[in-house]
């Protein structure tokens, strides 16, 4: 398996291994609240549930990205367009029954690379974009009736700006309302479909969206006593010293 | 004009008690605030425990939290204060009757704080509204809250009512409300109310002996 373009200095991309041989020698995870991890074994594994969902949803692009770190929380990469679909699918089916959206949470991809280097391809089909970034979002599914999860399901907007659009789960798991509304405010990905798309935690005249990596915060800063790193930078800039 | 101390003494101890009307209004005043009852955060906490049955705020005659604004002389400012919940904060102190009090409780309320770098914190409420007393700690015991309190009991026993160094409330010509900054698109607008705000010039040192 190559990934060329994998991080050298990221631990977390450091073991090469495929993700079956090596969850293999783990001991068996106990998640929290006594659910049990998704096993490496069948039906419940990631890659167990990939292929149903192949069967189900032949025309979905649906992906396996393995986490090669010690957690060896595998996930299912989704494209934006099949995500209602596969979601309805995984709480709907009987032996699945996937009840519970526990978490909604969102990363921000400047440098697509970056995001391939720690979600390691699991099948060699997945392509590396290799321009432009794009939000991640990142749902974790449980199942209360069998008890099993986290079900990690991943998905990508197109890019950054006008395009930055996710269908939204809500009319699937309600439990997303208000997390996907965190999203919109701190990431700017637009959850189409959402009956009340506000802001949640900033003010709604607010333009930026914090949790993105190129935000620059408002440069209000007032001196303190030990000002070290970044911090001392600014102190520098603010604060000019006696010459 | 003022009695003389050692006379004032004498006639105590014959069961006479002489006093000015500023102190017997200073000494009512200390003797009963009520807090408007409000946190932000967990400093909140430990000022609810504060009024409890172990650290027992009523001994200082503050232990009357008030819902309402109106009914308040004393807001404790316990806690963060967020960019999105300041104008709240100032508009909350506006509608209190004077005379008026803010203690500042934790660092987050005097200088945001461990969150002092985030961008949705306000960096001190002192920013906005008069503060006569800031309790530093993070988030400070009760007992710091109680030694707030009596620290401002003190400042309320030593007002002026009348003459040039009278206090803000007793002056015809001082303000009772202060400006509600606006949601700006990239933060308050504005961001400090500079009138009240004046902090000192700080000069670092030149390189090498880092200030």
């Known amino acids: ?16 291994e495929s993700p079956d041989s090596h969850a293999g020698e783990l001991p068996s995870q106990s998640g929290e609240a006594g659910f049990t991890a998704l096993q490496s074994e069948a039906p419940d594994s990631p890659a167990a549930l990939l292929a149903r969902l192949r069967d189900a949803l032949p025309q979905a692009a649906i992906t396996l990205r393995s986490n090669p770190g010690p957690a060896a929380q595998h996930s299912l990469l989704v494209e934006p367009a099949d995500l209602t679909d596969v979601c309805r699918l995984l709480r709907d089916t009987p032996d699945l029954a996937f009840d519970f959206l526990s978490n909604v949470t969102g990363v921000d991809w400047p440098d697509p690379a970056k995001a391939d280097a720690v979600a390691v391809p699991a099948d060699g089909e997945a392509t590396t974009r290799t321009a432009g970034g794009f939000l991640e979002v990142i749902y974790h599914l449980y199942s209360t009736s069998r008890r099993v999860g986290p079900l990690v399901l991943r998905t990508r907007t197109a890019d950054r700006g006008d395009h930055a659009k996710i269908p939204s789960l809500v009319a699937i798991y309600r439990s997303a309302e208000f997390q996907e509304r965190e999203i919109f405010d701190l990431f700017g990905v637009e959850f189409t479909g959402h009956p009340d798309l506000r802001r949640i935690l900033m003010w709604d005249e607010f333009v930026d969206h914090p949790m993105r990596k190129d935000y620059v915060a408002p440069d209000d800063y007032q001196y303190e006593p030990t000002p070290h790193d970044a911090v001392l930078q600014k102190a520098k800039r603010h604060y000019p010293a006696q010459q | 004009m003022a009695i003389d101390p050692k006379l004032a003494e004498d006639l ?38 504060a009024t409890m049955a172990r650290y027992d705020m009523a001994r200082f005659g503050a232990e009357v939290f008030r819902p309402s604004p109106r009914q308040a002389d004393l807001m404790i400012v316990a806690g963060t204060v967020t960019k999105k919940m300041a104008p709240q904060v100032v508009r909350l102190y506006n509608q209190m009757a004077e005379p008026k009090y803010v203690i500042a409780m934790g660092a987050c309320a005097i200088s945001g704080g461990p969150f002092k770098d985030g961008y949705n914190v306000l960096k001190g409420i002192d920013r906005f509204i008069p503060v006569d007393v800031a309790i530093p700690g993070c988030p400070p015991r009760p007992e710091a809250l109680l030694e707030g309190l009596i620290t401002l009991r003190e400042l309320i026993a030593k007002e002026k009512l009348m003459g040039k160094h009278r206090a803000r409330h007793a002056d015809p010509d001082g303000t009772a409300a202060f400006p509600v900054p606006e949601f700006g698109e990239h933060d308050l607008i504005p961001t400090a109310n500079r009138e009240i705000w004046n902090p000192p010039t700080v000069v670092r040192q030149a390189e090498g002996g880092e200030a």
Do not use: Y
Not at chain 1, 1 to 16: C, E, G, K, L, V
Not at chain 2, 30 to 48: D, H
């Open chain 1, 1 to 16: 398996m190559s990934a060329p373009d994998r991080n050298p200095t990221d631990q977390i991309s450091t073991d090469r």
């Open chain 2, 12 to 49: 105590k101890s014959q069961g006479v008690h002489v006093t000015s009307f500023e102190q017997l209004i200073n000494w009512g005043r200390s003797s009963s605030l009520w807090p408007l009852q409000f946190g932000l955060a967990c400093c909140a906490i430990e000022m609810i425990a």
